[in-house]
């Protein structure tokens, strides 16, 4: 197989697992942060869904479509867990940016 398939296989492996950690990662973040009190339920969803899903989609493709492997015959568990750890290291540093108190109304 061509390594330039291979590397876009996995970058948009890559993309599809930013997506997920994207998701579940907004979920919470907004579920915490957020103040609404009408639909907060409806604003979780719509976040995780159409911002930090897609946002972590896209940084999780280009992180991995930018780090070549090493050698040609990296297996795709290691460049799957490669993509995996910069999407989730970019989502801990998101996690890490919360204000500690509550926000002021």
Same mark, same amino acid.
């Given at each position: 197989? @061509?390594?330039e /398939?291979? %590397?876009? #296989?996995?970058?948009?492996?890559? #993309?599809?697992? #930013?997506? $997920? $950690?994207?998701?579940?990662?907004?979920?919470?973040?907004?579920?915490?942060? +957020?103040s *609404?009190? @009408?639909?907060?339920?409806m =604003?979780?969803?719509?976040? !995780?869904f159409? /911002? %930090? !899903?897609?946002?972590m989609a896209? &940084?999780?493709?280009?992180?991995?479509?930018?780090?070549p492997?090493? *050698?040609i =015959?990296?297996? &795709?568990?290691?460049?799957?867990?490669?993509?995996?750890?910069? $999407?989730?290291? $970019? +989502?801990?540093?998101?996690?890490?940016?919360?204000?500690?108190?509550?926000?002021?109304?």
């Amino acid at each position: 197989m @061509h390594p330039e /398939v291979t %590397t876009l #296989g996995l970058s948009i492996l890559g #993309g599809i697992a #930013g997506y $997920v $950690v994207g998701l579940f990662g907004g979920t919470v973040l907004i579920s915490i942060v +957020s103040s *609404n009190t @009408h639909d907060k339920s409806m =604003e979780v969803v719509m976040t !995780g869904f159409f /911002v %930090t !899903g897609p946002l972590m989609a896209v &940084i999780g493709f280009v992180s991995t479509l930018i780090m070549p492997p090493r *050698n040609i =015959e990296m297996t &795709i568990r290691g460049r799957v867990k490669q993509a995996l750890v910069v $999407v989730l290291a $970019v +989502s801990w540093r998101q996690l890490a940016l919360l204000p500690t108190s509550p926000l002021p109304l």
